[in-house]
């Protein structure tokens, strides 16, 4: 395996075996050939998950997976696979999402083209419990620190960081909720821009009961304590962005989506 174009795929699990399958089929059926699958179980009870992690790693030399012996979070469970991470470039998927079969060969081949150290695409939002497209989430095609302060425009399930131009020196932080913005506020801060794959989803994000994601709204405390433990900023400074800037860029944010997965649905018949 050539390790100067290995990609190291981080993904943490938690009692995901409905969802876990398909996932990893998505990963492991990739057209671009050099990748290996880094799992950390973050303390699964389910036995279905336990079976089908163990089985996996038994028949593919390219999964590697650590178990924890309880639940840490997801960010702590990411931290474990980008620490016995081996490839040039990291990428993250989470257990209830999926690839497209040709994403890491064009993404890869997209910032080799652009000389680009971090990048992104846009998704589809996919409901597992009505099993139908309900939207698409479309990048910006860039995405600059100054925009990330005021909300996350980089979904996780399509980041790619090249560790050939900025090191190794990047972890989440142990927040419960929104370590993945922590993360990619971190990285832009030191590569000044993340490019998008232009002109198609290369991801599909799962919505279902279970899923970790939720409201941003709800999460305030999460956000706030972004901008405190990332960005450094007080109390009063942290309080402030997230009402006026994070706030309003969100709900803008939400309005484009509704209004691009109108127009994607539709298209779709």
Known sequence: M????LVSVIMPTYNAGKFLADSISSILDQTYPDLELLITDDGSTDPVTLDLLHKIEER????????LDHNHGAGYARNKSIERARGRYIAFCDSDDRWAPDKLEKQIAFMNQKQCALSC????IFNLNEQKSVGINIAPPKITFSMM???NKIGC???I????????????????????WALFLQILKDCKVCYSYPNQP???YCRHKHSISSSKISLAKYNIAVYRSILGYGWLKACFYFAFLFLPTYILKLM????DSYCFVKRKG
């Open 149 to 151: 302060k005021r909300d």
């Open 256 to 259: 484009k989506r509704k209004q």
């Open 2 to 5: 050539d390790r100067n174009r």
């Open 161 to 180: 960081y090249d560790t050939q131009l900025l090191g190794r020196k990047y972890y989440m932080p142990t927040l419960r909720k929104r370590q993945d």
């Open 121 to 124: 695409a846009s998704y589809i």
């Open 157 to 159: 399930l399509t980041a």
């Open 60 to 67: 593919d030399s390219r999964v590697d997976v650590l178990y």
């Open 202 to 204: 290369l991801a599909v």
